[in-house]
Structures are given as C-alpha cells and as structure tokens.
C-alpha cells in the first residue's frame, strides 16, 4: 500500500521521521516500544492559587446549592397540597407536588454530586499513578503444598476407600431436596379439567356486558360489536376474574351470505355468530374487529382471525381458530347458549 | 330510560325512530340555517333535501351512485343515516380522495349547513342513525369512571387505554380520539364508519355512550391533569424505554464524559 | 502504592476517627484490607464508568423499593376505589392496585419515589446492556475475568425478571396482560404446562395468590441474589485490578490511574448522586407507567399497545414474529408457536454469555489479559457483536410492531415480515458489514504508522509536484496502533505425516482449527506494520 512515486529528498516530509537523529544511521531495536508514561503536567489551579481559591469557591456554591435544594424540598413538601394541579409548559397540567419535589430532589443531590466531581478535577491530585498487577495463579510451590493438602484430607476421610459412604451419602443428598420440593405441592391445585370447561351451558342467557340485560337477537345489527357473559355472573363474585378469563364472549352480526364457513353459520342464529374473546396464543382479549373485512386482530400479539370463516387464523402467532359458541333464542326471544364451548378457550396447552 | 329501551324493541318503533329522527334534523336544520327565509318546517326539510342532492351529486355521486345505491369505488349509503353523513363529512373524511382500505380525516371543507343538506338527502334515502342533540352527547352529568369501564371492555382495544389509537391489520388504524368533537365520537358509535363497528344504542344505551365522552373529556382532553409531568404521549412502555435510552442513558453518558476528560493543562493557554 | 511500616513504638491514636478506625482494626484487621485497597488505581475513562451507572441504579431502586413497600399492599382481594381520581371513583379493583394508586395521589412524594424506582429500573437494564457492550467489544471478558463476565451476564438476567415481576405488582390493566401472557407461555410448555401455571397461580388465572408471590420474588429472593452476584462482582473487580486501553506507558503488568483514596472516592461517590439527581429531575418531569389510565386489571378487558417494559421487548418480538405452529397428535398438543420462542429467548441471551469460553477455546489463548482490545483489532468478535445487538433490536423492532406501525404509517403485517426475514437475514449481514468496516480501519492503521497522520495541508514542490504533507505521529500513537497482537490461527499440521499415512485428527479439533483460521486468519487481519517496514520507509531517502 505504500506506493508514493516521489523520488526526491524533499519527499521524506510526506513521512513520519524517525525520532531523535535516529533516522539512517542507527537502527533502532522496536520502533513501536512503549514511551512509557508522560511527564505530569499541571493544571493552572496547581500552580496558581488563584485559579485553585475560584475552583474552591465553585466546590462550595455547588455544595450551598445543594443545600437550598433540600430546604427547598422540604419546603415544597409543606406548602404544595398533594392534589395540587399546575400548568407547566410544556409538560402540561402536573402535580405541583411531584414536579416541585422532583426538581429540588434533583438539585439537592445534582449540587453534591457536580460540587465533588468538580473538587476531584480540579483541586485533588491528578497525576497519574503506576500500580503492579499480579496473576490470579499460585505459583508451582503453592499449587503443589495445596495439593498434598488435599491428598491427606482426603485420605484422611477414607472417602476414596469406603465406597460404602460415598454412595449412601451422595443417595442422602440427592434425596433431602425432595422434602422441599414436595412442599411446593399446594401452590396450587391440579389441573384436572379446570381449563376445559367454562361458565357457558345449555340454556344460559348471554347477558350483555354493557346493560347487564339478556341480549335479544334485533339488538345486533349487522356491523356491530358486542361483548356478552353468561347469566348469573356477577362482578362482585368470589372468581369473577377467573370465570370471565374464560367465558369471555365476542357477538358479531354478519350478513348470512358473507359467513363461508357452513358450522360457524350453523351454530349462530340468523348471522349472529359468538366466538371467544380470549385469544388462542397467550390468551388476551381479543377483540379488534374490522367490520367490513370481518377480521379481529389481537392486541398484544397481533393473531389476526376470520370471522367470516370459522375465526380461522389469517395471520400471526396463533395456532388455531377462535372458539365458537353455538347460541340460539328461547323462549322469551334473548339469545341463550346451547352447551358449553366445544374445545377448551384460550392457549393451547399439552392436554388439550 | 328503561321502559324507552323496552319499547324500542316494538316493530313500530323503527317508524318511531325515524319519526324522531326527520323531526330532529329538520329541527337541527332550523336552528342552524339561516334565518331569512321563515318558511315552514315541511318546506325547510324538502328545501334541505334538494339542496344536498345537489352538493351529493357534485362531491359524492362519482363513488357512491347518482342516488346513494353504491357502487364498486363506495358503499351504499341507503339506510346509514344522517349521523354516518355528519361524522364522515364533518370530519373531512368524506369526500375521500381516493377509494382505499382507510380514508384518513382531513380538512373539512362543507360548512355545518351544507353537511345538515346533504345529510338530510342521505337521510331521506331510508331510515338510519340521527344526528344526535347536544344533550345525548354532551358530557355533563355523565358517570365518567362507568364510561371508564366501558372504554376498556368496547373501546381501548383498538384506540388505546386513553384514545390514542392504535394499530389495525394492513396498515389500517384506529385514529386517536384526541381533540375529537363528541357529538363525532358519538356518531362514530352509532354508524361504526369504515371499519370500525357500530354500537347502536340496543347494545349500548345513549347514556352508555355519554359515559365514555365523559371519560374521554376527563383523560384525554387538553385540560386533562397529568400528574406524572410530560406523558410521552401515553402510549405504553415503548417510548418510556426509548426516553430512558435517549435520555436518561444519555444523560448518564455525558456525565461519564465529562467527569473523565481531562482538566485543561496550566500550559496550553 | 502505600506501605506500613511496623514500628517499634507505636503511635498512639489521637483523632477520635483514626481511634475508631484502630479500635476496628484490632478486631477485622481494617488496616490489612486498607493496606491494598485505600489508594487502589482506577484508570480513568468515561465507558469505565457505564457499570457504576448500573450500580447507583441498583441502590436508587433498593432505597426507593424500600419506601414503596411501605405503602404498597400485595394483596388481590377486592376493593371499591374511593380515592381522588374521579375517573376510577366506584369501580372495583385489587387491594394491590388500589394501594398503587394511593401512592400515586395521596402519598405526599409517593407519586416521584414511585416514578424514580420506574425510571431506575429502566435506566439500571439499559445500562447493564451497554456496559456489558463495552467489556464485550473490548475485549475485558478474557482471563482472569470470565466469571466476572458472567456474574455481570446473570445480574442482567435476573434484572429483567425483577423488572418484569415489579411491572406486575399494581396489577394493572397493562402488566395484568403481561402476566396473562406469561400464564400463556407457561401453559405452552410440553407435558407440564398446565400444572405449572395452576402451581404459578395457586390455580386458574388469574387466582388470588401472583402479586403476593411476585412480591416476595420481586423484592426480596430476586435482589437478594442480585445484591449478593454485585457484591462479589465488585469483589472481583477490586481483585483483578481495571483493565486499561492501550497507551503510553500501560502494559500487561501495571495498571495507571488515580488513586481510590481521593480521587476515585470523590469521582465515584459524586457519580452517585449525578445518577440519583438526573433520574429525579426525569422522574419529575416525566410520566413513566401512569397506572391510573390504564385501569385496574379484568382479563376480559385490553388496550391496543399492549408492551412489556423495554428490556423485555425483545422477547415480546420472537413471540409476535413466530408463526402459529401448533402439533396434534395422540389426544397432546405441542404448542410450538409459543414454545419455540419462549425457548429461543434464553438462548439468544447465552449466546452472549457463553461467548468468552468460545473464544478462547477457538483461539487456545489461555494468558491472562489486562490491556483492552481495540475493537477494529478483533473483527469476527466485533463482527459477532454487532451481529448479536442486530438480533437484539430487529427483536426489539418486532416487539413494537404495532407502535412503529401507527407512527411510521406502515403496515402491522409488513413490519412483522421484515423481522421475520431480518432474525436471520440481518445479523449475517451486519457481521460482515463490521468485519469489513473493521479491516478498513485496520488498514487505515497501518497507512497511519507508516506514513503519518493526513494533515490537510498540500505543498507544492520545487519542481512543481504536490504532495500532502504527512505529519509523523507520536511515539505513543505509534504504541496505540501497534501494540495489539496478532496471533496465528492454530495449525493442524499437515494432512499426511513424513510417512504419507493420514494423520488422525478429532473433528473437534479441526472445526477449532477452522474457527481459528476464521478468527486469526487472513481475512481477519491486515498484518500491521513490522519494524523493518517502518524503518525502510522512515530510513529511506530516495530509495523506498
């Protein structure tokens, strides 16, 4: 890579010269060597006092900010009621509270903090010093004093030799960890069928989660979005959380002809179809319905369904389509289930 | 309340409805056209009419039909009623500039009077949601922790725990909620425009609907508290870590940066 | 160095201080443990101190954990919110979010500790990453520090998981469907899915028992584990002395910078409360998890923008990029499109703690190593490196699909097939991308060793010729850029021994042999400039 075409004396200055008269007469042993460290060189406040009386100054003020920053907190602490809203641009409308505590806070520790780097750079010693590393290792003496060490203690326990207690002893230790690990039995209970069946059965009412009233089939226009539960389920309920993770209902109207799927036709009524709302990969609520692509996309993970075809999978991480719930209409003309969902809702699991 | 929504189940109560509704926008209509001419409300109504099928064959006729039946570039617009017409045109949605899977909002350029006409034609076309008062969407008076709830079961799901929107499938969206009128937040839940769908006041009552504006007005209008300070626009985790990269990472840098480089030398001034 | 001197009379003590100090000594041995320590050298640079960062983190969050634990109430049994907020007033919730909101509007403070302790959390991962980062690319994992790499490496691990499991805690609408998520991915794990997830949470979900459980994970078995790796991460530092870059007068054998005792105490201990003073000032200006929009948790309800916390975004893409790939067969399920990346998770996680060990045995370097590499010196680590932050941030990338998509206007499907096809694509193409950039830079090394820095400034020559005038470097420069080693990769030997019979040779041994070529060969390192080199050009007059 060195192809300079300059033949000339002049040219060495397009080259780095040797130090020192070195070049041409003597060569040099490594020309890369370590120089070593460089002389110290001071900063104006190690030679002129008054540049050091400044800095000092500086160090104090930084420190007495410090100071006004945490009788300032206290004082904001006193004065500002907790429910306090104040306009700040930009921040908008904040807790006068929370922003007057946070800046003095800021300010109390910034003082100190500024106050002893500040102190550290100019006024302690800089000059840098040389300290000896050592290896990790012992040397050959040690490594072999350590050993015979080891050599005796372990001949000393007959650990070796008596293979009897090594084995009963390595059973015993592999034992005693189950003691804890059968403790862990009541965390919870078993699995049973707990994930296979939920709230929903034959004859129960869907009840709509916004009136809390039995949803009727001319309540849902074609185009709309509604979410039901089952009948009897109260929000006050001991296992509300755990029966409405489960029996979470997504009610959609399409036009008869727009549904593809001949079950998923089957099972609603008159276009009314009823699909789980907790998503089949991890479980959140699903529920993003486009109503003219009758795609429901999930938040979290973006599993994109079909409603039009059996809330098949169209895209994303799910694995398979959205439960169906098989409604029809009693006798009082409200949308009631006809059984429970015929697949376990929610994540796939290794039973299922 | 009550005894309304038993009633409306009654066959006749669609006539009713649409009673109500001609009633309303023609009222609408005379309380907002201008005065000179004092004729009677029949006349205001069909005048109302003649002059949105103008405006209609001029800005929506190419898409939708010469007379609202739809055609492969819109929809029909039979039966959606005056409440779709003032949200899609109030909001600058309608006329779209193109056909396309989302038509995003932009500049209005009817004036009220105009989209009344042109929803009064559409209206006329058959029965439909209506424009609704200023008291069935005014937040005033409205539960806004109930409207909380109901946010989060029929709302956020798409337009986020505030309304900032979010992400649908292909690059559609839900548009944020920010600075929207009521009276369009209301008639978004009535009509469920483009792909959003309806929730019509069977399955979510008026006053449900007054809840949620409440809601929104309380967390999400510019007089909105937030204690916290700057919110980063309230869209979750992923721009606190950007802003704790940036920023406070940053910050952290700096400092470092500045606390090892090395104090000017005595000689070099 | 300091040195005592044992004195035949001792001084007595007069400073009350140096008496407590002696009073100490005489029953720990103070003054042994002071003897190396007191004046102990930290070279002096500022990516030194992207560990302290994480270290201050870690103590903000320790103190402001403490005060939150005052307040906050682990507990789901239901309440009926009355506090301030009116847009919650009536609406039930769990103990633990109610109490959360308490802190946040009716606890005078409560609202900015709880706000530090986030933004602590946030900056504490971010700053083991990078600090990881830093000793990766450098170099600063090799002997004698491989353990400490590792200690640092399962202090990030379990960082995330005390995030995640403090995220948890107010049991909000957000971090509840963080949890479902995780109940989801448990329940994925073949033949024991189901009983883990009813053990998790004393059985279905959401149960009454996780935000107790995750409360003891969270504040006590998780930090103190992690109290217990700094501790000896710290130790270990202190042992092994700072490694240091390359410069006049460093070598193997010394260590050059300030003294412990007072500059570092001042630098470090005024480093503390810049750290705990900037997150204030952020935590008061900034909203961070404003619990009180999101609502309490109902596993029928959720908000579009559903995110884990940062550090665990990268997860949250391999889960949204998987395709559904589901396995029935005899009456089971193998639930792969969510068991494949819940394993895939900590494996790109040990792909970077295994690295050291891999290294050394492609390279069979076995010697200890003080002075830092310089990135460009190393390029298939280099090249590694950025190839695993690639993997990172595509991840990343895929774990806010849904933010990047409203913001950027893009497609959410789009934006999930760019990082299905980035996962593999991308890292590749990085890691040649860096090695290449790297053997530029190498190669701009060695011009500069041999014919000086580019000054800019062009002479005309007398018999009118231009050149640029090259300014020779300093001998210390000239030390910087060649001081690396350059090794030769291991060599097998040849294929047939004297006798032409085929020497057997281990497969392992000759895939070590191929990575070695791979790593020391020639396409990984412009050979820097040789004694002789330097000297015919420097020497040279005319004759070069």
Same mark, same amino acid.
């Given at each position: 890579?060195?192809?300079?075409?300059?033949?000339?004396?002049?040219?060495?200055?397009?080259?780095?010269?040797?130090?020192?008269?070195?070049?041409?007469?003597?060569?040099?042993?490594?020309?890369?060597?370590?120089?070593?460290?460089?002389?110290?060189?001071?900063?104006?406040?190690?030679?002129?006092?008054?540049?050091?009386?400044?800095?000092?100054?500086?160090?104090?003020?930084?420190?007495?900010?410090?100071?006004?920053?945490?009788?300032?907190?206290?004082?904001?602490?006193?004065?500002?009621?907790?429910?306090?809203?104040?306009?700040?641009?930009?921040?908008?409308?904040?807790?006068?509270?929370?922003?007057?505590?946070?800046?003095?806070?800021?300010?109390?520790?910034?003082?100190?903090?500024?106050?002893?780097?500040?102190?550290?750079?100019?006024?302690?010693?800089?000059?840098?010093?040389?300290?000896?590393?050592?290896?990790?290792?012992?040397?050959?003496?040690?490594?072999?004093?350590?050993?015979?060490?080891?050599?005796?203690?372990?001949?000393?326990?007959?650990?070796?030799?008596?293979?009897?207690?090594?084995?009963?002893?390595?059973?015993?230790?592999?034992?005693?960890?189950?003691?804890?690990?059968?403790?862990?039995?009541?965390?919870?209970?078993?699995?049973?069928?707990?994930? #296979?069946?939920?709230?929903?059965?034959?004859?129960?009412?869907?009840?709509?989660?916004?009136?809390?009233?039995?949803?009727?089939?001319?309540?849902?226009?074609?185009?709309?979005?509604?979410?039901?539960?089952?009948?009897?389920?109260?929000?006050?309920?001991?296992?509300?959380?755990?029966?409405?993770?489960?029996?979470?209902?997504?009610?959609?109207?399409?036009?008869?002809?727009?549904?593809?799927?001949?079950?998923?036709?089957?099972?609603?009524?008159?276009?009314?179809?009823?699909?789980?709302?907790?998503?089949?990969?991890?479980?959140?609520?699903?529920?993003?319905?486009?109503?003219?692509?009758?795609?429901?996309?999930?938040?979290?993970?973006?599993?994109?369904?079909?409603?039009?075809?059996?809330?098949?999978?169209?895209?994303?991480?799910?694995?398979?389509?959205?439960?169906?719930? #098989?409604?029809?209409?009693?006798?009082?003309?409200?949308?009631?289930?006809?059984?429970?969902?015929?697949?376990?809702?929610?994540?796939?699991?290794?039973?299922? | 309340?009550?005894?309304?929504?038993?009633?409306?189940?009654?066959?006749?109560?669609?006539?009713?409805?649409?009673?109500?509704?001609?009633?309303?926008?023609?009222?609408?209509?005379?309380?907002?056209?201008?005065?000179?001419?004092?004729?009677?409300?029949?006349?205001?109504?069909?005048?109302?009419?003649?002059?949105?099928?103008?405006?209609?064959?001029?800005?929506?006729?190419?898409?939708?039909?010469?007379?609202?039946?739809?055609?492969?570039?819109?929809?029909?617009?039979?039966?959606?009623?005056?409440?779709?017409?003032?949200?899609?045109?109030?909001?600058?949605?309608?006329?779209?500039?193109?056909?396309?899977?989302?038509?995003?909002?932009?500049? $209005?350029?009817?004036?009220?009077?105009?989209?009344?006409?042109?929803?009064?034609?559409?209206?006329?076309?058959?029965?439909?949601?209506?424009?609704?008062?200023?008291?069935?969407?005014?937040?005033?008076?409205?539960?806004?922790?109930?409207?909380?709830?109901?946010?989060?079961? $029929?709302?956020?799901?798409?337009?986020?725990?505030?309304?900032?929107?979010?992400?649908?499938?292909?690059?559609?969206?839900?548009?944020?909620?920010?600075?929207?009128?009521?009276?369009?937040?209301?008639?978004?839940?009535?009509?469920?425009?483009?792909?959003?769908?309806?929730?019509?006041?069977?399955?979510?009552?008026?006053?449900?609907?007054?809840?949620?504006?409440?809601?929104?007005?309380?967390?999400?209008?510019?007089?909105?508290?937030?204690?916290?300070?700057?919110?980063?626009?309230?869209?979750?985790?992923?721009?606190?870590?950007?802003?704790?990269?940036?920023?406070?990472?940053?910050?952290?840098?700096?400092?470092?940066?500045?606390?090892?480089?090395?104090?000017?030398?005595?000689?070099?001034? | 160095?300091?040195? &005592?001197?044992?004195?035949?009379?001792?001084?007595?003590?007069?400073?009350?201080?140096?008496?407590?100090?002696?009073?100490?000594?005489?029953?720990?041995?103070?003054?042994?443990?002071?003897?190396?320590?007191?004046?102990?050298?930290?070279?002096?640079?500022?990516?030194?101190?992207?560990?302290?960062?994480?270290?201050?983190?870690?103590?903000?969050?320790?103190?402001?954990?403490?005060?939150?634990?005052?307040?906050?109430?682990?507990?789901?049994?239901?309440?009926?919110?009355?506090?301030?907020?009116?847009?919650?007033?009536?609406?039930?919730?769990?103990?633990?979010?109610?109490?959360?909101?308490?802190?946040?509007?009716?606890?005078? %403070?409560?609202?900015?500790?709880?706000?530090?302790?986030?933004?602590?959390?946030?900056?504490?991962?971010?700053?083991?990453?990078?600090?990881?980062?830093?000793?990766?690319?450098?170099?600063?994992?090799?002997?004698?520090?491989?353990?400490?790499?590792?200690? %640092?490496?399962?202090?990030?691990?379990?960082?995330?998981?005390?995030?995640? &499991?403090?995220?948890?805690?107010?049991?909000?609408?957000?971090?509840?469907? %963080?949890?479902?998520?995780?109940?989801?991915?448990?329940?994925?794990?073949?033949?024991?899915?189901?009983?883990?997830?009813?053990?998790?949470?004393?059985?279905?979900?959401?149960?009454?028992?996780?935000?107790?459980?995750?409360?003891?994970?969270?504040?006590?078995?998780?930090?103190?584990?992690?109290?217990?790796?700094?501790?000896?991460?710290?130790?270990?530092?202190?042992?092994?002395?700072?490694?240091?870059?390359?410069?006049?007068?460093?070598?193997?054998?010394?260590?050059?910078?300030?003294?412990?005792?007072?500059?570092?105490?001042?630098?470090?201990?005024?480093?503390?409360?810049?750290?705990?003073?900037?997150?204030?000032?952020?935590?008061?200006?900034?909203?961070?998890?404003?619990?009180?929009?999101?609502?309490?948790?109902?596993?029928?309800?959720?908000?579009?923008?559903?995110?884990?916390?940062?550090?665990?975004?990268?997860?949250?893409?391999?889960?949204?990029?998987?395709?559904?790939?589901?396995?029935?067969?005899?009456?089971? &399920?193998?639930?792969?499109?969510?068991?494949?990346?819940?394993?895939?998770?900590?494996?790109?996680?040990?792909?970077?703690?295994?690295?050291?060990?891999?290294?050394?045995?492609?390279?069979?370097?076995?010697?200890?190593?003080?002075?830092?590499?310089?990135?460009?010196?190393?390029?298939?680590?280099?090249?590694?490196?950025?190839?695993?932050?690639?993997?990172?941030?595509?991840?990343?990338?895929?774990?806010?699909?849904?933010?990047?998509?409203?913001?950027?206007?893009?497609?959410?499907?789009?934006?999930?097939?760019?990082?299905?096809?980035?996962?593999?694509?991308?890292?590749?193409?990085?890691?040649?991308?860096?090695?290449?950039?790297?053997?530029?830079?190498?190669?701009?090394?060695?011009?500069?060793?041999?014919?000086?820095?580019?000054?800019?400034?062009?002479?005309?020559?007398?018999?009118?010729?231009?050149?640029?005038?090259?300014?020779?470097?300093?001998?210390?420069?000239?030390?910087?850029?060649?001081?690396?080693?350059?090794?030769?990769?291991?060599?097998?030997?040849?294929?047939?021994?004297?006798?032409?019979?085929?020497?057997?040779?281990?497969?392992?041994?000759?895939?070590?042999?191929?990575?070695?070529?791979?790593?020391?060969?020639?396409?990984?390192?412009?050979?820097?400039?040789?004694?002789?080199?330097?000297?015919?050009?420097?020497?040279?007059?005319?004759?070069?």
């Amino acid at each position: 890579m060195s192809d300079e075409t300059g033949s000339h004396n002049d040219v060495s200055e397009n080259l780095p010269s040797a130090h020192g008269g070195h070049s041409g007469d003597v060569v040099k042993p490594d020309p890369f060597a370590n120089p070593g460290l460089p002389p110290h060189e001071y900063r104006r406040q190690d030679i002129d006092e008054k540049a050091a009386k400044h800095s000092e100054r500086v160090v104090a003020g930084l420190f007495g900010l410090s100071m006004l920053g945490t009788i300032g907190f206290i004082a904001c602490f006193v004065i500002f009621p907790v429910d306090k809203i104040v306009y700040i641009f930009p921040f908008g409308h904040v807790s006068a509270l929370n922003f007057s505590l946070g800046l003095t806070l800021a300010v109390a520790l910034l003082g100190i903090g500024v106050g002893a780097v500040h102190w550290a750079r100019t006024l302690m010693s800089d000059e840098e010093i040389v300290d000896e590393r050592h290896r990790a290792d012992a040397d050959d003496e040690l490594r072999e004093n350590i050993r015979q060490q080891w050599i005796t203690g372990a001949r000393e326990s007959g650990f070796g030799r008596r293979k009897l207690i090594r084995t009963t002893m390595y059973g015993a230790m592999a034992l005693v960890p189950l003691a804890g690990v059968v403790l862990l039995r009541d965390l919870g209970p078993l699995p049973e069928d707990k994930l #296979r069946h939920t709230l929903w059965s034959k004859g129960k009412v869907l009840i709509n989660s916004n009136t809390n009233r039995p949803l009727r089939p001319e309540d849902v226009a074609v185009g709309s979005l509604t979410f039901a539960q089952p009948e009897g389920l109260q929000e006050s309920d001991e296992d509300f959380q755990q029966q409405i993770a489960k029996a979470a209902l997504m009610i959609v109207r399409l036009k008869p002809e727009d549904i593809k799927d001949k079950q998923e036709a089957d099972w609603g009524h008159q276009g009314i179809v009823a699909f789980s709302k907790i998503c089949t990969h991890v479980g959140c609520p699903i529920s993003l319905y486009e109503q003219q692509t009758h795609h429901v996309l999930c938040p979290c993970h973006q599993s994109t369904f079909d409603l039009s075809d059996g809330a098949r999978v169209i895209f994303g991480p799910a694995g398979h389509p959205l439960p169906q719930l #098989r409604i029809s209409v009693n006798g009082d003309g409200n949308l009631v289930a006809l059984g429970d969902f015929a697949v376990p809702v929610g994540p796939a699991f290794w039973e299922r | 309340m009550k005894k309304l929504s038993a009633r409306r189940r009654h066959p006749l109560a669609a006539l009713v409805v649409l009673l109500f509704a001609l009633a309303a926008t023609g009222g609408l209509y005379a309380a907002l056209a201008p005065a000179p001419k004092a004729q009677a409300d029949d006349s205001a109504q069909s005048l109302a009419i003649t002059q949105g099928k103008k405006l209609y064959s001029v800005g929506c006729a190419t898409c939708h039909g010469t007379s609202g039946q739809g055609s492969t570039d819109g929809p029909s617009l039979v039966g959606v009623g005056s409440a779709a017409v003032d949200f899609q045109v109030g909001t600058g949605r309608m006329p779209a500039q193109q056909p396309g899977a989302q038509i995003p909002k932009k500049k $209005n350029i009817y004036t009220q009077a105009q989209i009344d006409q042109l929803a009064a034609y559409i209206a006329s076309l058959g029965p439909g949601p209506v424009v609704p008062t200023k008291d069935q969407y005014s937040p005033a008076g409205a539960d806004a922790a109930k409207g909380g709830e109901l946010f989060r079961t $029929n709302c956020s799901q798409c337009h986020n725990f505030v309304g900032r929107g979010g992400a649908l499938t292909d690059g559609k969206f839900a548009p944020s909620l920010k600075g929207v009128d009521p009276k369009h937040v209301y008639e978004a839940m009535q009509t469920g425009p483009q792909n959003m769908p309806s929730f019509p006041d069977t399955t979510m009552p008026q006053d449900a609907k007054a809840d949620i504006i409440a809601y929104l007005h309380e967390v999400d209008s510019s007089s909105s508290p937030n204690p916290g300070g700057f919110t980063l626009g309230t869209i979750g985790p992923v721009s606190e870590g950007l802003f704790a990269w940036v920023f406070g990472l940053g910050a952290m840098i700096a400092i470092a940066v500045w606390m090892a480089a090395r104090t000017s030398k005595a000689k070099k001034s | 160095m300091s040195t &005592t001197t044992e004195s035949p009379s001792r001084r007595q003590a007069t400073h009350p201080g140096e008496r407590i100090a002696e009073w100490t000594d005489g029953r720990l041995g103070l003054y042994k443990l002071a003897k190396s320590n007191l004046r102990k050298i930290f070279p002096d640079h500022w990516s030194f101190m992207l560990g302290e960062v994480c270290l201050y983190s870690f103590v903000i969050l320790i103190l402001t954990g403490v005060y939150l634990t005052l307040f906050f109430h682990p507990s789901m049994s239901e309440v009926v919110y009355h506090g301030p907020y009116a847009p919650l007033q009536g609406v039930r919730m769990s103990d633990a979010y109610a109490s959360t909101m308490h802190i946040s509007f009716e606890v005078r %403070g409560g609202l900015l500790v709880r706000q530090i302790h986030h933004w602590a959390a946030l900056i504490f991962i971010a700053g083991m990453i990078v600090h990881m980062m830093r000793v990766f690319f450098t170099g600063g994992f090799r002997k004698p520090r491989e353990i400490n790499w590792l200690f %640092g490496w399962t202090l990030l691990f379990l960082g995330m998981f005390t995030g995640f &499991t403090g995220y948890s805690l107010p049991d909000d609408l957000l971090s509840g469907t %963080g949890v479902r998520f995780m109940e989801g991915a448990i329940l994925s794990t073949p033949l024991i899915g189901t009983y883990l997830s009813m053990f998790l949470f004393g059985g279905e979900f959401p149960g009454h028992d996780f935000v107790s459980r995750f409360y003891s994970v969270h504040i006590l078995l998780l930090p103190g584990l992690m109290a217990g790796l700094l501790t000896a991460h710290l130790i270990l530092i202190f042992y092994h002395k700072h490694t240091q870059f390359p410069g006049a007068g460093k070598t193997e054998k010394n260590v050059v910078g300030t003294p412990l005792l007072p500059i570092y105490t001042a630098k470090a201990g005024g480093f503390f409360f810049l750290v705990f003073g900037v997150i204030s000032a952020i935590a008061a200006m900034v909203t961070i998890n404003p619990i009180w929009t999101m609502g309490p948790y109902r596993p029928d309800q959720v908000s579009t923008g559903a995110q884990p916390d940062w550090y665990m975004g990268f997860s949250e893409g391999l889960i949204r990029v998987m395709p559904g790939w589901e396995i029935r067969a005899w009456g089971h &399920t193998l639930v792969l499109g969510v068991f494949i990346p819940l394993m895939i998770f900590p494996l790109v996680l040990m792909a970077i703690a295994v690295y050291p060990f891999v290294e050394s045995w492609i390279t069979g370097d076995k010697r200890e190593h003080h002075i830092l590499d310089r990135p460009r010196n190393r390029p298939v680590r280099t090249g590694f490196g950025v190839a695993w932050l690639t993997l990172y941030f595509v991840l990343l990338i895929g774990g806010g699909n849904d933010i990047w998509a409203t913001h950027f206007h893009l497609s959410i499907n789009a934006i999930t097939w760019f990082v299905r096809i980035g996962f593999f694509v991308l890292p590749v193409l990085t890691y040649w991308i860096t090695k290449r950039i790297c053997l530029g830079l190498q190669r701009r090394d060695r011009d500069k060793v041999l014919h000086g820095r580019e000054t800019g400034i062009i002479k005309r020559l007398p018999h009118g010729e231009f050149i640029e005038v090259h300014e020779p470097l300093s001998q210390q420069q000239l030390h910087v850029l060649t001081a690396h080693a350059q090794p030769r990769p291991i060599d097998l030997g040849p294929e047939f021994d004297e006798n032409g019979v085929a020497r057997k040779t281990s497969p392992v041994a000759k895939l070590q042999a191929r990575m070695s070529r791979n790593f020391y060969g020639e396409n990984s390192a412009i050979p820097k400039p040789t004694a002789e080199e330097f000297e015919e050009i420097t020497a040279g007059h005319g004759h070069h």
